[in-house]
């Protein structure tokens, strides 16, 4: 018999105990419904979440309509918490406060008196000192509640009812837009012009079929309370409106204010949604303070009534647009408006909704309340009605009635017998006031029964036919636009032009300096570029190999022996005081390979690279910038070869002499660009003979030729005798011009060549 000892299963749970993994999933469910449900996700008939819902209705029942006195807030809050939202008083009075700030909702539902908070951030004054009533805006979201548009709830504790939806004239949801994070779901809806939105269902009611592209040229994009520029694509808000959706970039408004004489500055009028001013404003004061902006001088808070934020530039030389550029990119001025059309359909689940299905939503909901109350409306004329029959029967039996009501204890049934009328006529007769049976009321009770019967063969073709309904619905529509569309405050600029790029240089104030390169690859930048060579310092056993005057926004390019090329922002050499820094520090470098030249890169020029052995290419600007530490190759040498010339070109010639007098013009278009090699030949050479000299020429402006004090000037038609195919051998120099003859005034910029060295920069010695 084995060992193994059989375990009886558990016995089956009691009746009144559950699985622990039951009850949590089911526990966390309801949890998970009631946030999503009565918390985070506003519905998508009305905009409003609950505790909102809430608040408003109890300030309609405090009969804060917008021509009344304002209350206190902590009155409203009372009755809110106290009879219909059970929650935090704090939670309950946040949510008033944001009900009542023009910078956070494009159309307040909340009139608010005091300190409610500003675009600055700061919070709101406390309850018992503000004050708050409706807005018409709030007032037309619960136009006809008493005409039982929409069904009613008890309460938490079932003392009383609360509408579990509001009959929501006014298009709440699209006009102000709605944040909430729920469980696992939220929701993020911009706000939008009032105007733009009853366009669309305008349109969408007489064409229901409408198109997205219809809806859109109507309802082209959000509408912010604080205004700014959306710098969205056509195609992309499209798709965050099909989809429900997507990410709108939302920029600030700026404008540049000339003080005259060159000085200018910066103001910024309008700010992005949801952005606070003041972390705005310490956000670039940062930036400056640190020295990660040395586009400004200055920021300042300058607003009042209208926001205004000045920039100060550090230079009247500067480009706005970059300074601009540069900000949207490090602070808030430019922010990201997440889209995410999530929200409750029929106040019950939770849906992602595309454009044209949040309108049909409102729209849907719209004629439901039309519905609800031409039937109310109905009832209540044939309740009248009723009443009036009875009322002209007085007046045409009126000294009958008079006896009976004088002979009979209890008149009533006597009534009721003799008129044929049911219990309610009969008391509505008992009832009547002695001056009502003057004849002038028989008059005026026809009049109302005729209106009356007109009023309601109406309302009885309205809810027999659509159409009819859908009529009056279009006629409110234009009624509300009329009443609440106002102009647009958010620009849309469409997908931006070509981002301005922020360059490394960029950031860096432009000074001029002059660069110092030893022969043992030390390195220094000095302030200015007038500098004595012969007055320079350097280590024991070291020397001046170039000096290179530059530009403090220039980026300074090394080549070394090997011929690879190295890169660095001149901004970020070492200052000019003591030897400077080794070469080694700012580059990772092969030891040995040491450093023969420097230029000042511009990406945009194009440059002539030679070898001692008469090997050349052309290269672009770019491809000598190097981004990393370790360089990059950019000549690949034959064995015994070395860098001659690494010049800018400045002519569609090049110009060659060769060892044994030989000089060789010919087509620069006859050399390749490229951005790492050997080149091809320039000129045949002998085996013991080098290049001598190169240069690129305009041939108008011509070539000077040098050899000891003799010169000559070589242009146009004089250059043809030694025109001639790239890699030929060329011709003689003129008469006396000696095989150590070069070129000078070859037109090169300056600022780009290196001086303050005498002879050959690789001469040996």
Wanted: glycine share 8%; net charge neutral; with cysteine.
């Amino acid at each position: 018999m084995s060992d193994v000892t059989l375990l009886e299963p558990p016995p089956p749970p009691a009746d009144d105990e559950t699985p622990l993994r039951s009850e949590l999933e089911n526990r966390y469910l309801a949890y998970a419904l009631s946030t999503i449900i009565s918390r985070s996700l506003p519905d998508a008939r009305d905009g409003l979440k609950p505790v909102h819902r809430r608040i408003l209705f109890a300030m309609r029942a405090l009969n804060l309509t917008p021509g009344a006195a304002f209350k206190k807030s902590a009155r409203v809050v009372g009755d809110v918490i106290g009879k219909f939202h059970p929650h935090g008083d704090q939670a309950a009075y946040d949510a008033m406060v944001r009900l009542a700030q023009d910078f956070a909702m494009r159309y307040r539902l909340v009139d608010g008196q005091g300190n409610f908070g500003n675009i600055d951030g700061d919070s709101a004054a406390a309850m018992r000192y503000t004050e708050a009533r409706l807005t018409a805006v709030a007032r037309a979201l619960m136009e006809d509640l008493e005409h039982e548009t929409v069904p009613f709830l008890p309460t938490y504790d079932g003392s009383q009812d609360e509408p579990s939806v509001m009959p929501a004239r006014f298009p709440n949801l699209l006009a102000n837009g709605a944040t909430g994070i729920a469980v696992g779901m939220a929701t993020s809806i911009p706000p939008h012009n009032v105007g733009e939105i009853l366009d669309a269902c305008l349109h969408l009611i007489r064409k229901p079929e409408a198109t997205l592209d219809e809806l859109l040229e109507r309802m082209p994009g959000p509408d912010f309370p604080t205004g700014g520029i959306l710098t969205a694509s056509p195609e992309e808000l499209r798709e965050c409106y099909a989809t429900g959706k997507g990410s709108l970039r939302l920029r600030s408004r700026w404008t540049k204010e000339d003080l005259g004489r060159g000085v200018w500055r910066l103001v910024v009028t309008e700010i992005p949604y949801h952005v606070p001013k003041s972390r705005l404003i310490e956000s670039i004061a940062k930036l400056i303070t640190e020295k990660k902006c040395p586009f400004l001088a200055d920021v300042r808070d300058e607003s009042d009534t209208e926001l205004r934020i000045v920039l100060e530039p550090r230079s009247r030389t500067l480009d706005p647009g970059m300074v601009m550029a540069y900000l949207f990119k490090q602070t808030d001025l430019e922010s990201r408006f997440p889209v995410n059309l999530n929200v409750l359909d029929h106040g019950t689940r939770p849906v992602v909704m595309d454009l044209k299905g949040l309108l049909n939503a409102w729209l849907d909901h719209r004629f439901q309340v039309h519905t609800r109350r031409a039937r109310y409306e109905l009832r209540r004329i044939g309740e009248r009605l009723h009443l009036l029959s009875a009322y002209l029967i007085v007046h045409l039996n009126i000294d009958e009635v008079v006896a009976i009501i004088k002979e009979h204890d209890e008149p009533a049934p006597v009534l009721m017998a003799r008129f044929l009328l049911d219990k309610e006529q009969a008391e509505a007769i008992l009832n009547m006031r002695l001056r009502s049976l003057r004849r002038l009321e028989e008059m005026e009770i026809r009049k109302e029964m005729g209106e009356k019967e007109a009023r309601a063969k109406e309302l009885s073709a309205m809810l027999a036919d659509p159409e009819l309904m859908w009529k009056a619905i279009r006629v409110e529509l234009r009624k509300t636009r009329e009443e609440f569309a106002d102009a647009r405050r958010t620009e849309l600029a469409g997908a931006p032009a070509l981002e301005v790029e922020i360059k490394p240089e960029h950031l860096v104030q432009r000074e001029p300096l002059t660069v110092i390169l030893s022969r043992k690859g030390w390195v220094r930048a000095m302030k200015g570029q007038e500098v004595d060579a012969s007055k320079l310092r350097f280590k024991t056993g070291d020397a001046l190999l170039a000096t290179l005057p530059a530009f403090s926004t220039d980026t300074i390019s090394f080549l070394s022996e090997s011929g690879k090329v190295y890169s660095v922002l001149a901004d970020r050499l070492p200052t000019g005081k003591g030897d400077g820094e080794s070469l080694t520090v700012l580059f990772d470098r092969e030891e040995g390979d040491g450093m023969i030249w420097l230029l000042a890169v511009q990406p945009e020029a194009e440059y002539f690279i030679t070898t001692r052995q008469g090997q050349g290419f052309r290269i672009a600007g770019a491809d000598l910038l190097a981004t990393q530490r370790k360089g990059k190759q950019v000549i690949v040498y034959d064995a015994g070869d070395r860098l001659l010339h690494l010049r800018p070109v400045s002519g569609e010639l090049v110009a060659a002499i060769g060892g044994g007098r030989r000089l060789l013009i010919c087509q620069l278009k006859e050399f390749p660009v490229l951005g790492r090699g050997k080149g091809v030949r320039v000129l045949r050479l002998r085996e013991d003979e080098t290049l001598i000299d190169l240069t690129t020429l305009d041939p108008a402006k011509g070539v000077t030729l040098t050899s000891g004090k003799r010169e000559k000037i070589l242009a146009g038609a004089d250059l043809d005798p030694w025109r001639g195919q790239r890699a030929t051998r060329g011709a003689m120099l003129p008469h006396g011009f000696l095989s150590g003859a070069a070129f000078v005034g070859t037109g090169v910029d300056p600022s780009l060549t290196v001086k303050g060295v005498t002879g050959d920069l690789f001469d040996e010695t």
